[in-house]
């Protein structure tokens, strides 16, 4: 697999998944737009990929600005004139039940799991048109699948972004643009920083390497699938879920309720 000169935009790239599709996407050649919020983690990341001897743009980016995603769209296609690969992976959850959270606590979740990766989307995709060629990425979850509680505001925004992939997957149908979902489990990063999280355990025995994932994301950018699960024997549970959704959802609510509790 050779992604030689292909430009890439990754969104939240400035740790944990992100930064290691950057890494990963850097070995092979690629040219690398690195968008996230902080610019300083990610000059940090754009110095440690010279060693690869790519192109790197940093744009630091709140993705859930629409103004703000529109001026990196135009900074990007300035500098390039197109782009080959876009990875929506910009995401956060707040952990707390629906009754507890604010309105505006919900909001930023699916302002940035969701209506970012629209934004970004609808910024990228008339030059993909344009070329007929591209494809997208959308890192979800395997919570796109399940509603679980405690982080159901979260869930809502990845079942959005399946669901949005699924009909845009249709509408591309007999165009060169693709789009696939990659919906890992837990994963080690810092994505139970957040204070919400504090009484928690961290992570499962189970979790992923964020190097995994970003090894599934490459995969992705050059598959015809439009859900790659990882680790794919969990696509098991999935479908028993939707096949037998009486026996599983009362078996996932009493095991996720024991962290409630």
Known sequence: MTFNNKIV????????????????FAKLGARLVL????????????????????????CPCDVSNKEQVKQMTS????????????????????????????????????????????????????????????????????????????IAS????KFA?????????????NTGIGITVVSPIMVRTNFFDHESFSKMPKYSPTSLDPKTVAKSILRASTSNR???IVPNIVRIGVWLK?????VINPIIGSAFGKYEK
């Open 226 to 228: 439009l859900e790659i």
């Open 161 to 173: 972004m399946l669901g949005f992939s699924e009909g845009l997957k249709h509408e591309l149908k």
């Open 35 to 58: 968008v996230a919020r902080g610019k300083e983690k990610l000059e940090e990341l754009e110095k440690s990929l010279v060693k690869f001897n790519t192109e790197v743009l940093v």
């Open 75 to 150: 900074k990007v296609l300035d500098k390039f004139g197109k782009i080959d690969i876009l990875v929506n992976n910009a995401g956060f959850a707040i952990y707390g039940n629906v009754s507890e959270l604010s309105i505006e606590q919900i909001e930023s979740q699916m302002q940035t799991n969701y209506l970012g990766m629209v934004y970004c989307t609808k910024h990228f995709l008339p030059i993909m048109n344009k070329h007929n060629s591209g494809h997208i990425v959308n890192v979800a979850s395997v919570a796109a699948s399940f509603g679980l509680p405690g």
């Open 242 to 246: 939707h096949t037998i959704p009486f």
């Open 9 to 24: 935009v990754i969104t939240g790239a400035s740790s944990g998944i992100g930064k290691e599709t950057a890494i990963e």
């Open 154 to 157: 979260y869930c809502a925004s």
